[in-house]
């Protein structure tokens, strides 16, 4: 917290609180609420210092399986299977008196379809009481409701436990908050802030709100389900959510668009046959706009590059594919596992295991490190680049080359076509560095400080002569997304931070085209170009064109005949006139 003087401050409050509240922590919690277990006292062994507490290995923070791309590895029969086991476990917390508070997605994680509560220090007992909220979870009958964004006023209770419940499981079954959205009111409607929205319950529900195009349209849930989120975000329903809108769930696959729903129908087709794998090329003109279809699959695209041609691999009837329909191998989607293209090889990559598949060539298998559960291996199209024992390698004429040394297990890397960009974070301790994409040698001499909170997300984007860094914090409650432009000297040009939610641009991580020196940036309302000028970030053009065919998730590619864009099932060539 050097960077942050109320960061400060908070800490030591509750370093001072801890003092008593840890000694007196309740012993008959659940087994998946992660308690301490060893209090760590300075040298005295009068003040407490911290605590150890059991690790839950391989697991992911409930966050990722709201997340669009991750969420489509995941089945909703088994994010059902992971909410039963979690409203088991609040039960269990309220009968020992016990209130979670701020419940979030970053203080829950799941192994397999097992909940794990963790962050368990900040829980409220007895007298004392859980003082941190964030956003996105808090109550909004807990705050201020004159405020212009959720501010926690009035004590946790239980039934704010299961408002935050519902809050979750709402965004993992459909990728959208349930106050996501863009508002755009009519002339007649009052104005309202985006972070103001669930106190004035303005919903994805209500027709003045944009939803998302990423995320999975609301008429798959059951009708039980739908009702009661209806009652709970915009009529104030509270208490314990009945088990019977989980255990009565039937979901099943449609045939047709491949949805995965709870109706007796699908409710987003009518039955006609999807075409599967590529498709003849069908040419639309949308205004300035050429588009042409590509490819569209009932399965899921899972990577695509562009070198000297368009190469993409996806998923379809239990089937891994590439662009002229080779089958690379069967099985089933696995979240968490990572799929990279070099030429004609395709690259597995899991935790810290990473196979290449290459046509007419025995497997090659690389031990890699990896950062969570996402192994670290990047590829330029020309060279793979990965992280092993705390070494930087990349592949050389004679094996692998070293490049230089990072933090085990607390680094990620990008590379773009001239050079590379990594960084790592460990607790307070963090580091960027750049790096030749030919020559050794890590260049970690970056003035760019990250700021304080807790590490979301994060991804880059190269092109020759830009890197665009991303970075997303949990800071104070809130959710801050933050860019930082470089060159490959490391130099920062420029930077721009948002909360989330207040900008039309940075609304996503990943799916960036860095091209010379702009930025393209796929959007609800369209492609938009990102420049620096005179020291700032700004949005220099748009495509409202473009609008049809890209969403806030949409990857975006450059190409030799135009822009390729790769959504879920589609891909597009687009010619901007």
């Known amino acids: 917290y050097a960077h942050s003087l109320v960061e400060q401050q908070g800490a030591e409050r509750r370093l001072a609180e801890h003092q008593q509240k840890l000694r007196q922590f309740p012993q008959n919690l659940p087994s998946k609420a992660i308690a301490p277990q060893e209090l760590v006292y300075d040298r005295s062994g009068q003040q407490i210092l911290g605590y150890a507490m059991s ?44 209130t979670i508070g701020d419940f979030n997605d970053l203080n829950v994680l799941i192994k397999d379809t097992t909940a794990y509560l963790i962050d368990t220090d900040s829980f409220q007992f007895g007298n004392f009481r859980c003082s941190v909220f964030t956003a996105q979870f808090v109550d909004p009958l807990l705050c201020d409701p004159t405020a212009n964004a959720p501010q926690l006023q009035q004590p946790y209770n239980t039934n704010a436990d299961w408002y935050a419940f519902t809050v979750l499981l709402m965004q993992c079954l459909l990728c959208v908050h349930p106050y996501g959205g863009i508002y755009k009111p009519s002339a007649s409607q009052p104005k309202v802030l985006q972070a103001a929205r669930p106190l004035q319950r303005i919903t994805v529900f209500n027709p003045a709100v944009k939803y998302p195009k990423p995320a999975t349209p609301y008429a798959v849930l059951s009708d039980d389900l739908l009702q009661h989120f209806h009652r709970v975000f915009e009529q104030d329903q509270r208490g314990v959510p009945p088990r019977s809108l989980l255990d009565n769930l039937t979901w099943q696959t449609c045939p047709s668009c491949g949805v995965e729903h709870a109706r007796s129908s699908c409710p987003l087709c009518t039955g006609t046959t999807v075409s599967v794998g590529q498709l003849p090329t069908v040419e639309t003109v949308h205004g300035q706009v050429t588009a042409q279809l590509v490819l569209q699959t009932r399965g899921q695209i899972l990577a695509a590059t562009v070198d000297s041609c368009l190469r993409y691999l996806y998923y379809e009837a239990g089937a891994f594919k590439r662009e002229d329909d080779r089958q690379i191998l069967t099985g089933q989607l696995e979240p968490q596992m990572g799929y990279l293209l070099q030429g004609e090889t395709t690259i597995f990559a899991k935790e810290q295991q990473a196979i290449a598949l290459s046509p007419n060539q025995t497997p090659e298998r690389l031990a890699v490190d990896a950062y969570g559960t996402t192994a670290q291996i990047v590829s330029n199209g020309e060279r793979r680049y990965w992280l092993h024992n705390g070494q930087l390698l990349r592949d050389g004429q004679l094996g692998a080359e070293y490049i230089g040394d990072v933090l085990p297990s607390q680094t990620q890397i990008w590379v773009g076509p001239t050079f590379g960009f990594g960084f790592y974070r460990a607790g307070s301790l963090s580091g960027l560095f750049v790096f030749d994409a030919q020559r050794p040698g890590l260049n970690d001499q970056i003035a760019l400080h990250l700021g304080a909170g807790q590490l979301l997300d994060a991804n880059c984007v190269l092109s020759r002569d830009r890197g665009w860094f991303f970075w997303t914090l949990q800071t104070q409650g809130q959710t801050v997304h933050h860019c930082a432009v470089l060159q490959p000297n490391g130099q920062v040009l420029a930077q721009y931070e948002t909360v989330h939610g207040q900008s039309d641009w940075l609304v996503s991580l990943r799916g960036h085209c860095a091209v010379g020196q702009f930025l393209l940036v796929a959007t ?54």
Request: glycine residues 8%; hydrophobic residues 40%; proline residues 5%.
């Open 55 to 98: 690790l839950v290995a391989g697991a992911e923070p409930l966050l990722r399986y709201s997340q669009p791309k991750f969420h489509r590895g995941i089945s909703n029969r088994a994010i059902v299977s992971i909410f039963r086991d979690l409203h088991s476990t609040v039960l269990q917390l309220h009968r020992a008196g016990v």
């Open 524 to 577: 609800d309302e369209g492609l938009v170009r990102v420049e620096v000028h005179q020291g700032q970030v700004v949005v220099v053009k748009r495509f409202p064109d473009t609008e049809p065919f890209v969403s806030s998730e949409s990857q975006v590619l450059p190409g030799s005949q135009g822009l390729v864009v790769v959504n879920a099932q589609t891909i597009h060539q687009l010619r901007l006139g």
